[in-house]
């Protein structure tokens, strides 16, 4: 691809791409909605919904996340994953992302605790997964990614803590190539679901262990991550305490005693 050409997202060129079946949409609410929608008619799994904008982009907790068009993937893939697995999710979308932003080249990559893959410390990926449930049965899991192609932050609330792929790597990115890279490291991470691989890669490329964090009030030492991806803290009382979900603030480890 050549240097500052205009590339665009469009059905034809992912059709050229994908081999699964996917819609797309130039502009929709949100692809998880979409997703949830169609698994609730008999999707298939791995079917895809892909966005060239989002208007009310999902974060986690009703959180909102900016996909404007043009600048970014939003996808939303339909996973039907024994339910035993579900903590996996995360860890799968997290690696992926992490193995497709390295492979564009980036070198200072890291997962922020639960699932934020990050560059040079600033989140370029967000990553929703939501089960869908019939009674106790699930019916499957929609797992929702957004990754910073080229979004512009400065004059941004996010400036500082958001970052595009395109400013680290200094040349233009194709997203079509992007979301086709991003598929195939999915499938491969999806295949090993089972094994111990997941979790002990995740781990590995956790950025988040030994620092000083708070989550949702307690603050301490980032210790270690269980098998289903919650994070263990250590206070500073030595008292352990065990977060699934909730929102990390990292510190500076010398503030742990203010
Ligand atoms: C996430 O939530 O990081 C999950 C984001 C998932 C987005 C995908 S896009 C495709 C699919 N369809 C959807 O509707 N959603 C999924 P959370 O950890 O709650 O982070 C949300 C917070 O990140 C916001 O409150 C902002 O502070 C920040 N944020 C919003 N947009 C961002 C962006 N583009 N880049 C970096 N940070 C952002």
Not at 115 to 142: F, T
Request: proline content about 3%; some cysteine.
């Amino acid at each position: 691809m050549q240097n500052g050409a205009e590339v665009t997202l469009s059905q034809k060129l992912l059709e050229q791409r994908l081999t699964r079946p996917f819609k797309y949409f130039d502009r929709v609410e949100s692809t998880n909605d979409v997703a949830k929608a169609w698994l609730a008619t008999g999707a298939p799994e791995g079917a895809l919904v892909l966005a060239n904008e989002q208007t009310r982009g999902r974060g986690r907790k009703g959180r909102d996340w900016h996909s404007p068009p043009n600048v970014a993937l939003a996808l939303s893939l339909i996973l039907k994953p024994d339910s035993a697995f579900l903590p996996r999710l995360n860890m799968i979308a997290a690696l992926s992302v992490y193995d497709l932003v390295r492979e564009c080249g980036c070198e200072d990559v890291g997962i922020k605790w639960p699932n934020d893959v990050q560059v040079n410390g600033l989140k370029v990926s967000g990553v929703l997964p939501e089960a869908v449930w019939e009674g106790d049965q699930l019916r499957g899991a929609i797992l929702g990614i957004g990754v910073n192609v080229r979004m512009d932050f400065s004059g941004s609330e996010l400036r500082h803590s958001a970052i595009s792929l395109e400013a680290v790597v200094k040349r233009r990115l194709e997203r079509s190539e992007l979301i086709a890279s991003l598929l195939r490291r999915i499938d491969y991470w999806y295949a090993h679901i089972a094994s111990a691989t997941v979790y002990s890669t995740w781990k590995a490329r956790l950025n988040t262990l030994n620092q000083a964090v708070a989550v949702e009030g307690v603050k301490g030492v980032a210790l270690d991550v269980t098998a289903d991806g919650a994070l263990l803290i250590r206070d500073e009382k030595g008292h352990i305490h065990q977060s699934g979900t909730g929102d990390l603030i990292v510190y500076a480890i010398d503030s742990l005693d203010k």
